[in-house]
């Protein structure tokens, strides 16, 4: 994919297509079907910082969500992803989801300080935004998987403190810690949370059309809610 100067805005409804296809693919898992959608629109269009994180977000979680992820496919998609993060960082060493994005590259490579480097850069430019722009990172899962639980609680924690007040993200990372952990009491308190912020955060006008509360997403986690009660 040529990778394009990181300048001009799509057309509306053209935008609007673009962001739909990918939160279509997201909320459902169907990270190759959106691949092969959004790799059309680099050819056709020139896109921005937004646009191409969004193209190397659904590379590493498609390489994420392969069986082996040290696989072949697995890592010709991590370098593809890495490939893009590098690319707008280059324009911009600001672009915090870049950041972010490489550290979950080297997460998903098992090199959890390099990934914490990078994620906790990340963290230190969101703090720059206000708290409505604001959202979770996750750091708690590097840590989690150094199996530094103490230090995950307190980093999911600390991503909840700083963003909005019921922020989705941060309340979703931290029902599935304790859900995870086996804290089934905290994970209810959470998951309680998350059923109230399910049918407000997808009511929201830049949700309607893409039919969110039906996604298997949300049916994953109201089925792991009900499966704690």
Not at 39 to 64: C, Q, V, W
Not at 96 to 115: E, Q, S, T
Request: glycine share 6%; net charge positive; charged share 30%.
């Amino acid at each position: 994919m040529k990778l394009p100067i990181l300048s001009s805005a799509l057309p509306k409804k053209i935008r609007e297509n673009f962001y739909k296809i990918f939160a279509n693919t997201v909320s459902n898992k169907k990270y190759a079907w959106g691949i092969r959608e959004l790799e059309k629109y680099p050819y056709k269009f020139t896109l921005s910082g937004n646009e191409l994180y969004r193209i190397a977000l659904l590379y590493d979680h498609f390489a994420m969500n392969q069986k082996n992820n040290v696989s072949t496919i697995a890592k010709k998609y991590l370098k593809k992803a890495e490939e893009i993060y590098r690319h707008i960082l280059k324009t911009d060493p600001n672009y915090l989801h870049a950041n972010y994005g490489i550290g979950r590259i080297y997460g998903v490579r098992g090199n959890y300080n390099k990934a914490l480097e990078y994620q906790k850069l990340a963290y230190k430019q969101m703090l720059k935004l206000t708290r409505n722009q604001r959202g979770a990172l996750g750091i708690g899962y590097l840590y989690k998987q150094k199996g530094d639980f103490k230090k995950a609680e307190e980093w999911y924690r600390k991503e909840l403190r700083v963003c909005k007040a019921n922020d989705f993200g941060t309340t979703y990372n931290l029902f599935q810690f304790y859900k995870d952990t086996g804290n089934k009491k905290k994970a209810l308190i959470y998951g309680t949370k998350m059923t109230h912020l399910i049918k407000r955060e997808f009511n929201k006008k830049m949700y309607r059309g893409l039919k969110m509360q039906q996604s298997n997403f949300v049916k994953s986690v109201l089925e792991d809610i009900k499966s704690l009660k």
